[in-house]
């Protein structure tokens, strides 16, 4: 008895037929489109029995879809339903992202998130070279003159884009700051046409920035992440080349926001705002 007791202590719990299940809705999340029987089989290993009985019970909890009664399958509805009880920071879907584009450029990256009629930089992942961006300790998301402000203000409904505006008169961080409030609009305009936002030296004279928007799963600005630059290391092919890579990756954080239903307002991330770091 005791030897028996010992044996299946030790024995592996791994289930296999749950294994075979997730392999199998894997490879259907693999192609949005669909899989048929067959090309499940071939990608699975499984004999097509042993499949279609996998598809036949998750079809009938919803979690398969098919096109007619001998059609491609897809993942169904209910694993949407599932995916949106997984509750993820925006901080940690965006670090990856921001980690990504420190690598590829070598510059320091920026995270801010809107909060009420403000904003505050959540996250700074810093380039090591000897020349870097280093702000005061009270730097601020100014929304009229960071990239990061105008590429969250640029996209939000037009009350609480104007309310931005209404309140003290806005900052003159350097000569190149812009401080008409009908420019600043006209500014807005132009980052939501071209998707991106730039700051040339209107918070810090010799640094630049570029700065993309991020949107929660109602298609609301919530945040942006943004790129600052010495000037010497600048150049238009540089600035190209990262709004691109910005929009991607704002795109790519957009699309995560929404596939796990990230409301921002609701979900409002409880890090402590980065402190010391450029705007």
Not at 103 to 121: G, I, K, P, S
Not at 218 to 229: Q, T
């Amino acid at each position: 008895m005791q030897n028996e007791f010992r044996t299946a202590e030790h024995r592996d719990p791994y289930i296999d037929v749950v294994g075979r299940v997730l392999k199998v809705a894997e490879a259907l999340a693999s192609e949005p489109d669909g899989l048929t029987l067959n090309e499940l089989a071939r990608r699975t290993g499984y004999v097509k029995s042993s499949v279609h009985r996998i598809l036949y019970s998750l079809k009938r909890h919803g979690y398969v879809e098919q096109d007619g009664s001998r059609g491609a399958y897809k993942l169904g509805i209910q694993f949407a339903v599932l995916a949106r009880g997984v509750k993820h920071s925006l901080l940690e879907l965006a670090r990856p992202l921001l980690r990504e584009l420190l690598e590829r450029f070598d510059e320091t990256v920026y995270l801010a998130v809107l909060r009420d009629n403000a904003a505050l930089f959540l996250d700074v992942q810093e380039t090591r070279r000897d020349l870097r961006l280093v702000g005061p300790l009270d730097a601020q998301v100014h929304f009229h003159a960071t990239a990061a402000g105008k590429a969250i203000a640029a996209f939000l409904p037009a009350e609480r884009a104007h309310s931005l505006l209404n309140g003290e008169p806005l900052k003159q961080l350097t000569a190149r700051t812009n401080v008409d409030p009908v420019e600043v609009r006209r500014d807005w305009a132009k980052v939501m046409r071209a998707g991106y936002a730039t700051n040339t030296e209107e918070t810090i004279l010799g640094a630049i920035f570029l700065g993309a928007p991020v949107f929660d799963s109602r298609r609301m600005a919530c945040a942006s992440i943004s790129i600052g630059v010495p000037k010497a290391r600048y150049s238009a092919e540089l600035g190209r080349e990262m709004a691109g890579a910005l929009m991607e990756a704002c795109g790519r954080l957009s699309q995560s926001l929404g596939r796990t239903g990230y409301t921002h307002e609701s979900q409002l991330v409880e890090s402590q705002p980065v402190q010391g770091r450029l705007l």
